[in-house]
């Protein structure tokens, strides 16, 4: 079972950036994918982008690619999400996310709000 506690949220202007991460607890960390994902009041939650579990491949939405990066720190159970460039249209509450054995896993989330 693991457990998710991201931090790093907060408000930026345009342009600007942030780092989020997402702290993990738990046992076999290096053997999940995990996601981030981003969630608007009234909308579902989107995923935002998401790294593998031993080979480090990444994937990302389209509407950030580029000016996002993930990032994973196994020894220290930590999965990173460097923003920049930041949009108001990125404004949300972000999620880390991992799936396994039909559970699913999330963490309370971290509000970003991106406005002069």
């Known amino acids: 079972q693991l457990k998710f506690v991201e931090s790093g949220g907060g408000l930026v202007q345009p342009g600007g950036s942030l780092r989020l991460s997402c702290a993990a607890s738990?046992?076999?960390?290096?053997?999940?994918?995990i996601g981030w994902f981003r969630q608007v009041p009234g909308k579902e939650r989107k995923g935002v982008s998401c790294i593998s579990s031993h080979d480090d491949l990444t994937n990302y939405d389209d509407s950030v690619k580029g000016r996002f990066t993930i990032s994973r720190d196994n020894s220290g159970n930590t999965v990173y999400l460097q923003m920049n460039s930041l949009k108001p249209e990125d404004t949300a509450v972000y999620y880390c996310n991992a799936v396994s054995g039909g559970n699913t896993y999330w963490g309370q989330g971290t509000q970003v709000t991106v406005s002069s």
């Open positions: 738990g046992s076999s960390f290096d053997h999940y994918t």
